[in-house]
T-cell receptor
């Protein structure tokens, strides 16, 4: 079964509104989670690192005031797309490392966001 | 800077063997990952190499040369369901993954 749950899987919102996407680790705790964005026929682009107990670390070119990340607990990170525009329509997906070896990384199911 | 290169598209015939290459230049290295991704779905883990050499797992094998910044994914006995994108990713610090652009593989009968 899934070890990382992402919700919602699909969401349609109106331009100018905000939408929240959740990423949960099931049965294990995660101090770090990662958020990626993927446009059609392109690869996954790292947006930010979500850190439990501290501020998220954003990649260059990602607007921190537009993409709000909150690592609310050791099992939950949320990504809020604020004042959404059609160009924000994309596939958003989280990844969650598990263990200390560095080679076990689980992905959520992904969330399709369409802004109309 | 970070730079991960892999071919954009490849085609192959059912039953054949295909090799997808990946070269990388990154500021950190914590292993080389290969993922399979079907359109609209989450990536599926295929392999992980942290030491030089070949790792074999059924029809899939992955090779790494750290000194050359080079890896490849080898798919044997290709099946139609192997048509997908294959993503090369370098593990950075704190389990961060940096992905290449992906290789779209089309398997034909």
């Amino acid at each position: 079964g899934a070890v990382v749950s992402q919700h919602p899987s699909r969401v349609i919102c109106k331009s100018g509104t905000s939408v929240k996407i959740e990423c949960r680790s099931l049965d294990f705790q995660a101090t770090t989670m990662f958020w990626y964005r993927q446009f059609p026929k392109q690869s996954l682009m790292l947006m930010a690192t979500s850190n439990e107990g501290s501020k998220a670390t954003y990649e260059q070119g990602v607007e921190k005031d537009k993409f709000l990340i909150n690592h609310a607990s050791l099992t939950l990170s949320t990504l809020t797309v604020t004042s959404a525009h059609p160009e924000d329509s994309s596939f958003y997906i989280c990844s969650v490392p598990h263990g200390v070896s560095g080679n076990t990384i689980y992905f959520g199911e992904g969330s399709w966001l369409t802004v109309v | 800077g970070q730079n991960i290169d892999q071919p954009t598209e490849m085609t192959a015939t059912e039953g054949a063997i295909v090799q997808i290459n990946c070269t990388y230049q990154t500021s950190g290295f914590n292993g080389l990952f290969w993922y399979q991704q079907h359109a609209g779905e989450a990536p599926t883990f295929l392999s992980y190499n942290v030491l030089d050499g070949l790792e074999e797992k059924g029809r899939f094998s992955s090779f790494l040369s750290r000194s050359k910044g080079y890896s490849y994914l080898l798919l044997k006995e290709l099946q139609m369901k192997d048509s997908a994108s294959y993503l090369c990713a370098v593990g950075g610090g704190y389990n961060k993954l940096i992905f290449g652009a992906g290789t779209r593989l089309a398997v034909h009968p």
